[in-house]
């Protein structure tokens, strides 16, 4: 696999590309990078196109802006797509990820093949949500150490803790790269996001949603609301938000049976 640059709004945007077939563009979560997809790329690029996304303000990529709306970051996926001739492409989101992918989703309709949103949700911030970002956005302003210590570790439960800690010092390492600008922009913007459940309902393509039934972040009993009614895949797991981490093997292989769909 390679890591390649392009230019995007006079800022830096960073990808790994590498295998051949369908394309399969992952977008990581919040204080998250490509990184976070190692394993998914390394696993799925004997048969497909990987390419994993630095999102503006994570990563290597640059940011454009105080405030970085989903459509801002779906914007830079395009231009990524745009730059290597990919007509179509299936998009595997984490968290903000998946936030980004409906954003896409909604702007470039033709350009998805199918969705796959992995510990996220369609809906949009509630009241006390949006509160609790304005919060975060101060402590990251007096100490953006803290604030990332805190929240990786609340992205993992007691058991996960224990069972992990090698991985979960590993993820905080690469949340402490984030700028502060980079953190505050996307907690901005992640704010202010639209619902999107109507695409859930009437998308022309397949969705799967992967939700961990212990995540502390998308609740499980409200997230599968959002699938109610709708033909949406849903996939469970006994883990938490960090399902990449706490159960690899039955991502991969829930994510595996899912593209072989198409």
Same mark, same amino acid.
């Given at each position: 696999m390679?890591?390649?640059q392009?230019?995007?709004?006079?800022?830096?945007?960073?990808?790994?590309?590498?295998?051949?077939?369908n394309?399969?563009?992952?977008?990581?979560?919040?204080?998250?990078?490509?990184?976070?997809?190692?394993a998914c790329?390394? *696993?799925?690029?004997?048969?497909?196109?990987?390419?994993?996304?630095?999102?503006?303000? $994570?990563?290597?990529?640059?940011?454009?802006?105080?405030?970085h709306?989903?459509?801002?970051m779906?914007?830079?996926?395009?231009?990524?797509?745009?730059?290597?001739? @990919?007509?179509?492409?299936?998009?595997?989101?984490h968290?903000m990820?998946?936030?980004?992918?409906?954003? %896409?989703a909604?702007?470039?309709?033709?350009?998805?093949?199918?969705?796959?949103?992995?510990?996220?949700?369609?809906?949009?911030?509630?009241?006390?949500?949006?509160?609790?970002?304005?919060?975060?956005?101060?402590?990251?302003?007096?100490?953006?150490?803290?604030f990332?210590?805190?929240? @990786?570790?609340?992205?993992?439960?007691e058991?996960?803790?224990?069972? %992990?800690?090698?991985?979960?010092?590993?993820?905080?390492?690469?949340?402490l790269?984030?700028?502060?600008?980079?953190?505050?922009?996307?907690?901005?913007?992640?704010?202010?996001?639209p619902d999107?459940?109507?695409?859930? $309902?009437?998308?022309?393509?397949?969705?799967?949603?992967?939700?961990?039934?212990?995540?502390?972040?998308?609740?499980?009993?409200?997230a599968?609301?959002?699938v109610?009614?709708?033909?949406?895949?849903?996939?469970?797991?006994?883990g938490? $938000?960090?399902? *990449?981490?706490?159960?690899?093997?039955?991502?991969l292989?829930i994510?595996g049976?899912? %593209?072989?769909?198409?």
């Amino acid at each position: 696999m390679t890591t390649k640059q392009t230019i995007h709004k006079n800022t830096t945007l960073s990808f790994t590309e590498g295998g051949k077939g369908n394309a399969l563009v992952f977008l990581h979560g919040f204080l998250e990078n490509s990184s976070m997809w190692d394993a998914c790329m390394s *696993h799925f690029e004997t048969k497909y196109r990987v390419i994993a996304i630095d999102l503006l303000g $994570h990563g290597q990529s640059g940011c454009t802006g105080y405030v970085h709306s989903m459509e801002d970051m779906a914007d830079a996926v395009f231009a990524i797509i745009s730059e290597l001739k @990919i007509r179509k492409v299936t998009l595997i989101g984490h968290s903000m990820g998946g936030y980004v992918a409906l954003a %896409f989703a909604e702007l470039y309709p033709d350009h998805v093949r199918s969705l796959a949103l992995v510990a996220s949700t369609s809906r949009a911030d509630s009241e006390m949500r949006q509160i609790n970002r304005d919060r975060a956005i101060e402590l990251v302003k007096k100490n953006s150490s803290i604030f990332v210590t805190m929240s @990786i570790s609340n992205l993992f439960g007691e058991s996960a803790q224990k069972a %992990f800690p090698d991985e979960i010092e590993q993820a905080k390492n690469q949340a402490l790269l984030t700028s502060k600008q980079g953190m505050i922009a996307a907690l901005e913007g992640m704010k202010i996001r639209p619902d999107r459940e109507v695409i859930f $309902h009437f998308a022309p393509y397949p969705i799967l949603l992967i939700l961990g039934e212990k995540d502390s972040v998308i609740p499980y009993e409200e997230a599968i609301e959002q699938v109610e009614g709708s033909p949406v895949q849903l996939a469970s797991t006994a883990g938490g $938000h960090m399902v *990449h981490i706490e159960n690899e093997a039955e991502l991969l292989d829930i994510l595996g049976k899912f %593209f072989k769909l198409k």
